[in-house]
């Protein structure tokens, strides 16, 4: 029998409540969600969630917990208070980064000469509500990322460089830690940028793609 697209459309939402609950992985929701959209008949819809728990009843697997970090809004207080993985970075004929689940010192220090440095705040806890990155570049680079949630205020100077940051002042959401950075270049360059977390990223990707099959569908 063809399938409505009412139909399709209530499969997708049991994908993505199953997503959500842990049943299913990023990959395996994006395969399932792309055969649903391109399904034609019952018999195409049904084997997509023949293994998932039917809309408000409880699965035989014990429930999952939704992991924090995957929501819209970081959750700081689980972020901040950890013991720090890195106080500093060195870099000279070459590079260091800083990025992932890291945890930045509540005084953080770096340098690079003829080198590069990479500082990456998306994903990272912190050891105190008030952090200070302080950077330092004699013909190099050091380029920080920061995500839209967190309070940031960029300072600092060049000479014959550049501290590039001004777009990246700004508020985060309640709870932030107050990042405050403090950057020179001499004959270098320093660039502090707002970047969307991963998982936002993930979500308008997926966003895109429903409302393609969606016209594909017409």
Partial sequence: MRASDAERERIAETLRDAVAEGRLDMEEFEQRLEAAYKA????????LVRDLP??????????????TEDETEVHWPSRIGHPPTS???FALWGG????????????FTAFAM???GDIDL???RF?????VIRLFTIMGGIGVTVPPELNVQVKGFGIMGGVGGSKANGEGTPGSPHVTIVAFALMGGVGVDRKLRRVHKERLRL?????KGRKELG
Wanted: glycine share 16%.
């Fill in 40 to 47: 034609r008949t019952h018999g195409e819809l049904e084997p």
């Fill in 54 to 67: 039917a809309p408000g009843t409880a699965g035989p697997a014990a429930p999952v917990a939704r992991r």
């Fill in 87 to 89: 106080k500093g970075g």
């Fill in 96 to 107: 260091f980064h800083r990025k992932g689940n890291w945890t930045v010192a509540k005084k």
């Fill in 114 to 116: 003829w080198g590069g």
């Fill in 122 to 124: 998306r994903e990272a």
């Fill in 127 to 131: 050891e105190d509500r008030e952090t």
């Fill in 207 to 211: 966003e895109k793609r429903e409302e």
